[in-house]
């Protein structure tokens, strides 16, 4: 038995009695479906809170509990009363975070980097050369790094696209594609300095919500004025939309309010698009859980899609993939596990060829094979084509 | 500690299961409920993997003279799988493969923990689905709808669980596994599937099933109606089913569960209106159009608002996405629930719905009435907040009315939700002292030692009592 401390997670008590353990969202949630046991479900989690709640003590079951949920969010949009579980788990994992050792010094350092841009170009410069020496194991399942990237040149100054940490130094041809889509319309793209960096997603789903906060107040600087802000990867996008609530200033919220995922802001101008007849077979929509269950905007990647390109639904209901942001690497089996089911889902489809608007789902499905890209990807890649036809 | 040191329960259990057993407090909490307001705690809870691990589990409790508790997917709202006396759960939820779909005769065979809706999305491909639809279907598992004799909202022309489950293996209370009914049409001798369906896990525990495969229809209409007065509404039920109508589903929903469930779905439930029917219409094309076409009329007679009619699958999933959610969407108006099951003559409906409304008013409580109006089922929640002083015994003096009021129209106790601890105090009002007695030594018959999911279903001893909370069994909570 392990030992107790005592800790306080000070969640909205009426945030806290409004489950009514109805068990709906146990289907929806991809660690009980992975395990079929209550204390990996939502509505387990939720007890276990309120048990840890009611005594004011928890022990290291408890944490271990709290950190197997992949915080995708699947259960809050299959909840039928609303139970704000994020939220719930994001204020458990703060208190973790503040009043235990649940976030030990070697991972807050990890963690830290992601907010430091020169050192994280430097350090997958690194990763980079030595993917090439085969230096590095493949059970580690890092993608292949670039050894080069082609600096990104701003546009004009319609819209901002938010370019971010990871994905800015491993994918940077994505933002590439993604720029040329957004500029077809006609629109000219800002880009902001280095210094925007992080958006802190990380940081908040390990409850390090001081450091989100910072790197929050960092990137408002970084994109001045009231033009909107485009964000490719639905991580980072939901995290941005939440600046106003992390922050619970006017100036977080107003800057909140010009957070757009960029398929959102396309839906809006669809008419801009080039128009372009193409014969590509349909592609399977694999939704990102911050886009379907936290943004809830999923359904403008099919709108931009179908422009040009049909589209597969999977037969899952929009069950996480098993990314989730660092889970993956935190938690390898559970993470595969979950996949595996992503995969069965994928194969039962019928098609090929998937594309989702998050960084982390596309690398953690390409590593089991899958055959990926972001949807504007795909888009740049038939406009490319059709241009060259003419 | 001495390696001549008796083994206990849990070290057996472990030598056969390993990892799947757990005796953890936090975990064994997760266990102590379903979806009642009922809770106790658990002992141990296992995980079987298959019927032989299933038997072990039994064999060891036998030996240890322990109670055990088979446990689905801890939907229940009777308490059914709340634990009383220290028992070890069995959860059937690693249980989940579905074994064999046999499309010639209709049949597949299930393991119990198999995901009611998850079934009949595995037969789609094939044209065919699982008819029971508990309104919890997405998530509660056919064992506990085996158990419990579930019913749903399709369950009003295709029959409810009984119906369509053909054979069950089973692992008896000492530990014996049987198939109880078969895949013949006929089967000789007692129909003992019959008695085990809905005894829930007090004769045993499923570990397989054959169910019935139905074909999916081949026309489907969606309607909805909306009622500015509650008795309107109620009379259009047994009006269209007077018109000569089985509608394959006839739900209705009062003012305040429309309000919760527009909140959830955004389907564009009128959210003005005192009551809505949800009508579903399935069968041959022209059969199908002829009853709108009436529905229509009495629609008229009835003053209906409108009568909207889902004009594509999405919409038709959206409104009956609502309908589905009901239960789980009370928080919106109150943190808790306390819900009754009862049936009533349908001719009977305007009144005692009246009565339920009464007595939410005398109490000072919120009734939000969601239910199968077509055959009479009622589900009258009382929603509270329990964190209010006082609050359950008013709960409870209103849901006595609510279950006097159904009695004395005629009514039974349970439509389809089971008895289990919650409403076992209240048997003796439906049941003399002797067809109880009669009860128990079947039950007897089954489980002698008394172990298997022990004081559900009948007052311990059989004995009449009458008031729910003084008789709820030590060491659970309300
Ligand atoms: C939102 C909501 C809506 C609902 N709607 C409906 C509805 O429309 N119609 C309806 O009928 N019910 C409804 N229910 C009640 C409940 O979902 C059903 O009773 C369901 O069949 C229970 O299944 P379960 O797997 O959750 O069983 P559990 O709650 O886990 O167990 C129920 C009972 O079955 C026994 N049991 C479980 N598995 C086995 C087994 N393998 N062998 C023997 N005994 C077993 C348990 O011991 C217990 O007594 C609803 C519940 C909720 C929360
Ligand atoms: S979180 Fe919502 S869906 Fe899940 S058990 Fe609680 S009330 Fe039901
Ligand atoms: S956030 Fe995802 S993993 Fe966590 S409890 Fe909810 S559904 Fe499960």
Redesign the pocket.
């Known amino acids: 038995m392990s030992k107790n401390f005592k800790v306080s997670l000070g969640i909205d008590e009426d945030a806290l009695a409004s489950c009514v353990s109805?068990?709906?969202c146990l289907p929806h949630c991809p660690t009980y479906r992975v395990t079929q046991e209550e204390t990996a479900s939502p509505r387990g989690r939720i007890a276990l809170m309120r048990q840890v709640e009611a005594a004011g003590v928890a022990d290291d079951t408890f944490i271990s509990f709290m950190d197997a949920c992949i915080q995708c969010r699947g259960c809050e949009t299959a909840c039928p009363s609303g139970v704000p579980f994020g939220p719930m788990m994001e204020t458990t994992r703060e208190a973790l975070a503040d009043q235990t050792s649940y976030q030990p010094r070697y991972r807050r350092l990890g963690y830290s980097v992601l907010g430091m841009p020169r050192l994280l170009a430097l350090g997958s410069r690194l990763i980079a050369v030595l993917q090439r020496l085969r230096l590095i194991p493949s059970r580690l399942a890092l993608p292949r790094i670039p050894l080069r990237q082609t600096k990104l040149k701003a546009s004009g100054d319609d819209v901002w696209l938010f370019t971010g940490c990871i994905m800015d130094a491993w994918m940077r041809d994505t933002h590439a594609a993604v720029k040329r889509v957004v500029e077809s319309t006609g629109a000219g793209v800002r880009l902001p300095g280095n210094e925007a960096g992080c958006c802190g997603a990380l940081h908040v789903h390990a409850g390090l919500t001081l450091k989100a906060k910072k790197l929050a107040n960092k990137v408002i600087e970084a994109f001045p004025g009231t033009n909107p802000i485009l964000v490719d990867s639905a991580g980072c996008g939901a995290q941005l939309k939440d600046y106003g609530h992390l922050l619970g200033t006017t100036k977080a919220a107003a800057f909140s309010s010009r957070v757009f995922d960029v398929h959102e802001w396309l839906a809006e101008n669809l008419d801009k698009l080039p128009k372009i007849n193409s014969d590509e077979p349909p592609v399977i929509v694999q939704d990102p859980c911050h886009l379907r269950h936290v943004q809830r905007s999923h359904e403008a990647v099919r709108l931009v899609m179908n422009q040009y390109i049909g589209t597969i639904e999977l037969d899952d209901d929009g069950l996480c993939c098993g990314a989730g942001g660092a889970y993956s690497s935190l938690h390898p089996e559970t993470a595969a596990e979950v996949r595996t089911r992503k995969l069965e889902s994928i194969n039962r489809s019928g098609g090929t060829n998937v594309v989702s608007a998050n960084p982390g789902c596309m690398l953690h499905l390409q590593q089991a094979g899958v055959s990926i890209q972001h949807p504007l990807e795909l888009v740049d890649s038939i406009i490319a084509r059709a241009m060259k036809r003419e | 500690m001495s390696s001549k040191r008796k083994k206990t329960i849990f070290d057996e259990l472990k030598a056969l299961l390993g990892s799947r057993v757990r005796a953890d407090d936090m975990e064994l909490q997760l266990y102590g409920k379903?979806?009642s307001v009922l809770s106790g705690v658990p002992s141990t809870v296992c995980f079987p993997l298959d019927a032989e691990e299933v038997q072990g589990i039994v064999n060891i409790c036998n030996r240890f003279q322990r109670p055990f508790?088979?446990?689905?997917?801890?939907?229940?709202?009777?308490g059914?799988?709340v634990p009383v006396g220290n028992p070890v759960i069995i959860s059937?939820a690693k249980m989940n493969k579905i074994l064999d779909i046999d499309l010639e005769d209709r049949i597949a065979w299930v393991e119990?923990?198999v995901l009611?809706l998850d079934l009949s999305k595995a037969l789609k491909e094939f044209g065919f689905h699982f008819a029971?639809?508990?309104?919890?279907q997405q998530?509660?598992?056919i064992?506990?709808?085996?158990?419990?004799n579930?019913?749903?909202?399709h369950c009003l022309a295709y029959g409810?669980t009984t119906s369509h489950v053909l054979a069950a293996e089973?692992v008896l209370p000492n530990a014996e596994i049987v198939t109880l009914g078969g895949i013949d049409p006929e089967p000789t001798g007692y129909d003992l599937r019959g008695l085990f369906i809905g005894?829930?896990?007090?004769m045993?525990?499923?570990?397989k099933i054959a169910v019935r495969l139905t074909p999916n229809p081949p026309d489907v209409r969606t309607l909805l109606l909306d009622f500015a007065d509650v008795s309107d509404g109620a009379l259009a039920v047994s009006a269209i089913i007077n018109a000569g109508i089985i509608p394959a589903a006839l739900e209705m929903m009062d003012h305040n569960a429309i309000g919760m469930i527009e909140a959830f779905v955004h389907a564009g439930y009128p959210v003005e209106a005192a009551a809505v029917l949800l009508v579903e219409l399935d069968g041959l094309s022209g059969a199908v159009e002829a009853a709108v076409e009436t529905i229509k009329d009495v629609a008229k007679i009835h003053n209906a608002g409108s009568v909207r009619i889902a004009k594509d699958e999405t919409e038709r999933a959206l409104l009956w996405k609502g309908r589905?959610?009901?239960?789980?969407a009370v928080a919106r108006i109150k943190p808790d629930y306390y819900l009754h099951d009862t049936v009533v003559p349908r001719s009977k409906l305007v009144e005692v719905l009246n009565q339920v409304y009464q007595a939410a008013d005398k109490y000072d409580l919120i009734a939000i009435n969601v239910f199968?109006a077509g055959d009479g089922n009622l589900h009258p929640i009382l929603a509270y907040d329990a964190r209010e002083p006082g609050i359950l015994e008013r709960v409870h003096s209103a849901g006595d009315a609510i279950i006097k009021a159904s009695m004395d129209a005629g009514g039974v106790l349970s439509?389809?939700?089971?008895i289990?601890l919650e409403k076992r105090d209240f048997m003796h009002l439906l049941f003399s002292a002797h067809d109880m007695f009669t009860q128990d030594l079947i039950r007897e018959a089954f489980d002698p030692q008394g172990l298997a999911?022990p004081l559900?279903i009948l007052p311990s001893g059989s004995r009449c009592s009458d008031s729910f909370k003084q008789h709820v069994p030590e060491g659970v909570w309300v």
């Open positions: 109805c068990g709906l | 379903d979806s508790i088979a446990r689905g997917s801890g939907t229940g709202l009777a059914g799988a059937t119990p923990g009611n029971p639809d508990p309104s919890s998530v509660c598992s064992g506990g709808n085996v158990a419990n579930s019913g749903g909202p409810v089973v005894s829930e896990g007090t045993g525990i499923a570990t589905k959610n009901a239960f789980g199968h439509g389809e939700h089971g289990g999911n559900k």
